[in-house]
């Protein structure tokens, strides 16, 4: 009996408790809001909504500054298969244990700013003015991996006799 009380008492203020979050901070709080949806799901991995419309977005600026006509369902289609590729791609990197330490990301980035005649900084801001130095990073360092997992793929496919 004393332990039904106890349960009693507390549930009592923790409903007082609630009544005064809601009566001090309104329904604000008490709402639910959605920050972002799932685009697609992807094996273990998610492709949310607000990175299809920015991938959408810049497929739709690219075909308007070569001056090519493409409808945006279309762009749409095409930006969720390139980000599933991509997902698909960096898990398998991550399935065949494929890891950059900060070293041999320093490295390859001094490396691809040498062959292109730039600067590391340069590279990163390529990325997108609004990504801080750290997201940058890791697209690059996506975007490396990526390119490794092609480059095995292939020299896995050439036999030399």
């Not at 920050?35 to 094996?43: E, G, P, Q, R, W």
């Not at 990175?51 to 308007?64: D, F, G, I, R």
């Not at 697209?139 to 036999?159: M, P, T």
């Amino acid at each position: 009996m004393k332990l039904h009380n106890n349960l009693g008492q507390k549930l009592g203020k923790l409903a007082s408790l609630s009544t005064v979050l809601l009566a001090l901070f309104g329904n604000a709080y008490a709402e639910e809001q959605v920050l972002d949806s799932t685009a697609a799901v992807v094996n273990n991995g998610i492709i949310l909504e607000s990175e299809l419309n920015t991938h959408t977005q810049k497929l739709l600026s690219k075909y308007a500054a070569t001056g090519a006509k493409v409808d945006e369902i279309t762009a749409r289609r095409q930006a969720l298969q390139s980000l599933i590729t991509r997902e698909l791609i960096l898990q398998i990197a991550q399935t065949n244990g494929a890891e950059v330490t900060d070293m041999q990301l320093d490295s390859t980035l001094e490396s691809a700013a040498l062959r292109n005649n730039t600067t590391t900084d340069k590279i990163l801001k390529s990325y997108g003015p609004n990504l801080t130095e750290a997201q940058a990073r890791e697209k690059f360092k996506e975007d490396y991996l990526i390119n490794e997992i092609r480059r095995s793929s292939v020299r896995q496919r050439i036999h030399i006799s």
